[in-house]
């Protein structure tokens, strides 16, 4: 496999897990602020418990990382976020037991695709290139 066939393979893997995560951002933002009315219910909310705030910390990450992933700007940062954010999700669904990635696979497989891209970079077709000084 020739190393522009990898750089093309990963750019189509960052491209479909950047739509997948940003997608899980709005399902979790249509349910996590589907109801409330205005922005000082929202605070009352995170007021009430953490584990609301880190509802909303993991929606806006899965919201801004997908973004970032999916169009090619600051891809390992934002893999990063991405790989902590579905490392919490899948803590939290099954704990430290065996087994326990196998309880939700998409966000097992979430977890494992933004690990990967936090490893191999973002791959071709990404606006990071744009803000790159020319050397």
């Known amino acids: 496999m020739t190393p522009n066939a990898r750089e093309w393979g990963v750019t189509l893997l960052r491209l479909w897990i950047g739509f997948l995560i940003l997608h899980a951002g709005i399902r979790g933002a249509d349910q996590a602020f589907g109801s409330i009315q205005g922005l000082p219910a929202l605070y009352d909310a ?12 993991i929606v806006l990450v899965q919201l801004l990382g997908g973004t970032g992933i999916l169009v090619g700007v600051a891809v390992r940062l934002c893999a990063f976020f991405t790989a902590a954010a579905f490392a919490y999700l899948v803590w939290k669904a099954g704990g430290l037991r065996p087994g326990a990635l196998m309880i939700d696979p998409v966000r097992s497989t ?18 990071g290139r744009a803000f790159q000084r020319k050397r």
Do not use: D, E, M, R
Not at 46 to 57: D, E, N, Q, R, Y
């Open 46 to 57: 995170w007021k009430g418990s953490a584990a609301a705030l880190i509802a909303h910390l």
């Open 110 to 127: 979430l977890l494992v695709a933004s690990f990967s891209l936090l490893l191999t970079g973002p791959g071709f077709l990404n606006l």
